[in-house]
């Protein structure tokens, strides 16, 4: 069973915007948080944003100013606004949950599949 599906991914022109979905179980909502990440070709997957269970929500510096994101608790959807994009923030953006490790730490732990985000110009 998919716990995690993103969507809202696409082309669009270097400046434009768009805004990526990911709803989750009703289970997911008892971890340490959620958030974004995303991989480019023959890069490591790397963190956008991610939101604390206390609402706490980090940026990566690249993205800051230019990407938001948001968590409706009623409806179980994460979201990333995405605005002014550039060709370097192409890449497949995952959704995921963070839950606490072994070593209690906030780390993401339950996967989606991915949405390719595609900036050209």
């Known amino acids: 069973q998919v716990q995690l599906q993103e969507s809202g991914g696409g082309s669009v022109e270097v400046g434009g915007s768009l805004q990526l979905s990911c709803p989750f179980a009703?289970?997911?909502?008892?971890?340490?948080?959620m958030g974004w990440f995303r991989q480019a070709p023959g890069t490591e997957r790397d963190l956008v944003s991610t939101?604390?269970?206390?609402?706490?929500?980090t940026y990566a510096d690249s993205v800051k100013g230019r990407f938001t994101l948001s968590q409706d608790d009623v409806k179980k959807v994460l979201y990333l606004q995405m605005n002014s994009l550039q060709i370097e923030d192409t890449a497949v953006y995952y959704c995921a949950a963070l839950f606490e490790d072994s070593s209690l730490r906030c780390v993401p732990q339950v996967w989606g599949q991915g949405t390719q985000v595609t900036v050209t110009s």
């Open positions: 009703r289970y997911i909502f008892s971890g340490c948080g």
């Open positions: 939101i604390s269970q206390d609402g706490t929500i």
